[in-house]
């Protein structure tokens, strides 16, 4: 299974939200890919230092992280895309139709999962995101339209730190919850 984290330059949100994951899940150990990538990227840019600090202040590191470009190719090779922002969600489709019911907002898809039942999850991790991506996705079509306020995680790219821990108190909760469906109901 492979999860793809999207924003605009791949440096801040997505490699934020991408590599804390990664720490949270290493349990599993290689069960999971997990990648991100930018819809305008510049390639082989490092991540911002008040994304990667905030990283080290939670236990993970961006060690040997470099951005790159959200591609067609890319895209080709991933199972689930997790977005920081509905325009960033509509990308995707746009260059991958086929990733229409494959493709949410990170936000969104911890609000949906955390909602799904107990019964609906396998034992493998694998398999458990794959089932969280067709349920949530038929969740998210008998819901309420997506909303930006709702669902987007905001762009510190030249802000203060404060606009940083804003990002990471919208990404933080996201992830917990996905690592929290993946994790505690393997037991």
Do not use: K
Not at 112 to 122: I, T, V
Not at 146 to 173: F, K, R, T, W
């Amino acid at each position: 299974m492979h999860v793809l984290f999207v924003c605009t330059g791949n440096i801040c949100r997505s490699p934020f939200a991408e590599r804390l994951m990664r720490h949270w899940l290493a349990p599993l150990g290689g069960t999971l890919t997990l990648s991100s990538a930018g819809t305008h990227a510049v390639q082989g840019a490092a991540m911002s230092a008040g994304s990667a600090r905030l990283l080290r202040e939670l236990g993970a590191d961006e060690a040997e992280f470099t951005s790159r470009q959200l591609t067609p190719q890319l895209l080709a090779s991933v199972d689930l895309v997790l977005a920081m922002a509905l325009e960033h969600r509509r990308r995707v489709v746009d260059m991958s139709p086929s990733h229409l019911r494959r493709a949410f907002t990170l936000r969104e898809l911890a609000h949906l999962a955390g909602q799904l039942p107990a019964d609906a999850w396998p034992s493998s991790a694998a398999d458990r995101w794959y089932n969280i991506a067709q349920l949530a996705a038929a969740a998210r079509s008998l819901g309420d339209p997506l909303s930006p306020a709702a669902y987007d995680v905001i762009d510190p790219y030249g802000q203060g730190d404060e606009a940083y821990v804003h990002m990471a108190h919208q990404v933080v909760p996201a992830v917990e919850t996905l690592v929290d469906v993946t994790l505690r109901r393997m037991h």
